[in-house]
Antibody, heavy 118, light 107 residues
Framework: EVQLVESGGGLVQPGGSLRLSCAVS????????MNWVRQAPGKGLEWVSY????????YYADSVKGRFTISRDNAKNSLYLQMNSLRAEDTAVYYC???????????WGQGTLVTVSS | DIQMTQSPSTLSASVGDRVTITCRAS??????LAWYQQKPGKAPKLLIH???SLESGVPSRFSGSGSGTEFTLTITSLQPDDFATYYC?????????FGQGTKVEIK
């Protein structure tokens, strides 16, 4: 069974940093690209970042470029999102999601809530 | 980046109605479009990929069509379980942008 489990969310002050993790199981992690997608309270889905299976390619939404860094450790079956210089508008549930070139984003975690507030 | 525009933002319908949601891309994305259903407090669920390919286990009342820049999601005979928010997403580029969502409400 495919499972993606996010962790690392919480309350952080504006300007602070947080590192999200996503532990995966049930599939060959090293064969798949991955994404982070977020959803602010009461708002729609916003794609945040993409990383290829080998980490050779990464992309970011303009809203987080220069502040967030996506990475992965294929030996640990884990995906990460380092978030720096956090702003109130970064408050959201953050989902990690498996990506395929043909089928799109097919599996999602349950999400972890990040709240940026003083 | 490719922009995705969904319409309508909200749709009021009754059980048994036929419902159509439109998604437009700011440039051609061929057929690289997916549709998701999301219920409150839950992660999105993939319904359709490559514009018209139904995911395994998704009821056949859901269908997708389109290519290039204009796409539709159709639900024939809306069921109580279908009241939710629907999102389109392009995956023609690595920036996997979403539409803003369409909330299907009970009339």
């Amino acid at each position: 069974e495919v499972q993606l489990v996010e962790s690392g969310g919480g309350l952080v002050q504006p300007g602070g940093s947080l590192r999200l993790s996503c532990a995966v199981s049930g599939f060959t992690f090293s064969s798949y690209s991955m994404n982070w997608v977020r959803q602010a309270p009461g708002k729609g889905l916003e794609w945040v970042s993409y990383i290829s299976s080998s980490s050779s390619t990464t992309y970011y939404a303009d809203s987080v470029k220069g502040r967030f860094t996506i990475s992965r450790d294929n030996a640990k079956n884990s995906l990460y999102l380092q978030m720096n210089s956090l702003r109130a508008e970064d408050t959201a549930v953050y989902y990690c999601a498996r990506d395929t070139a043909v089928v799109a984003v097919d599996y999602w975690g349950q999400g972890t809530l990040v709240t940026v507030s003083s | 980046d490719i922009q995705m525009t969904q319409s309508p933002s909200t749709l009021s319908a009754s059980v048994g109605d036929r419902v159509t949601i439109t998604c437009r891309a700011s440039q051609s994305i061929s057929s690289w479009l997916a549709w998701y259903q999301q219920k409150p407090g839950k992660a999105p669920k993939l319904l359709i990929h490559k514009a018209s390919s139904l995911e395994s286990g998704v009821p056949s009342r859901f269908s997708g069509s389109g290519s290039g820049t204009e796409f539709t999601l159709t639900i024939t005979s809306l069921q109580p379980d279908d009241f939710a928010t629907y999102y389109c997403q392009q995956y023609n580029s690595y920036s996997r942008t979403f539409g803003q969502g369409t909330k299907v409400e009970i009339k």
